[in-house]
């Protein structure tokens, strides 16, 4: 069964830092691993999709990084800003289009 | 082009009630999955439909139903409510039944009483 793992659970910065969200999991044969972000009370956003044969993706400001081998992704975040503030989820795709999620981590940008 | 759309946004039932949930795909989108997300936790997968037929359960019990569209949009039932069934209820969507990138809607807040 897969089990995937977000450290640390909640993350509090001043705005401008670089900053790495961390994503583990037990069971390497996934799809697809996606990284989104979840205002309060609000939806999932899709940040990054990492398919199973890449390494990593980038968007802006965000770069998420997969190495399977390792049971790791982690996503990075340049500049770091008010507006990043939300929970931050990773998501493994196995088989039938099933998300098996971590619990979050809670980004807190202080101006 | 629109993005995943759910209805209703809140609602509040009491014990023992029935409840529908609806989601309208993305457009060109022919698979959708449901998700229940109690507060502080991670979404967990309920189950997802492809071209009308399940396609995938998670560990929930029968009363949690579903249904899909020749248009694609999807219901989500659930009979005999329970205090726990309280949670953000999310639908999502793709373009394919395997490993392609998922599209969340806005949720549907259950509260029962």
């Known amino acids: 069964k897969q089990e995937v793992t977000q450290i640390p659970a909640a993350l509090s910065v001043p705005e401008g830092e670089n900053l790495v969200l961390n994503c583990s999991f037990t069971d390497s044969a996934i799809y697809n691993l996606q990284w989104f972000r979840q205002d309060p009370g609000k939806g999932l956003t899709s940040l990054l999709l990492?398919?199973?044969?890449?390494r990593e993706q980038t968007s802006g400001r965000l770069n998420a990084s997969l190495d399977k081998s390792s049971g790791r992704s982690t996503l990075y975040i340049a500049a770091s800003q008010p507006g990043d503030s939300a929970t931050y989820l990773c998501?493994?795709?196995?088989?039938?289009?099933?998300?098996?999620f971590g619990q979050g981590t809670r980004l807190t940008i202080n101006p | 082009e629109t993005g995943v759309t759910q209805s209703p946004t809140h609602l509040i039932k009491t014990r023992g009630q029935q409840v529908t949930l609806r989601c309208s795909s993305q457009?060109?989108?022919?698979?959708v999955s449901w998700y229940q997300q109690a507060l502080g936790q991670g979404p967990q997968f309920i189950f997802q439909y492809y071209r009308e037929e399940e396609n995938g359960r998670g560990n929930f019990p029968p009363r949690f139903s579903g249904l899909q569209f020749p248009n694609y949009s999807s219901e989500l039932n659930v009979n005999a409510l329970e205090l726990d069934d309280s949670a953000l209820y999310l639908c999502?969507?793709?373009?394919?039944?395997?490993?392609?990138?998922?599209?969340f809607g806005e949720g549907s807040r259950l509260t029962v009483l």
């Open positions: 999502a969507s793709s373009f394919s039944r395997t490993g392609g990138e998922l599209f």
């Open positions: 998501g493994l795709i196995q088989g039938a289009q099933k998300l098996v």
């Open positions: 990492i398919q199973s044969s890449q």
């Open positions: 457009s060109g989108h022919n698979t």
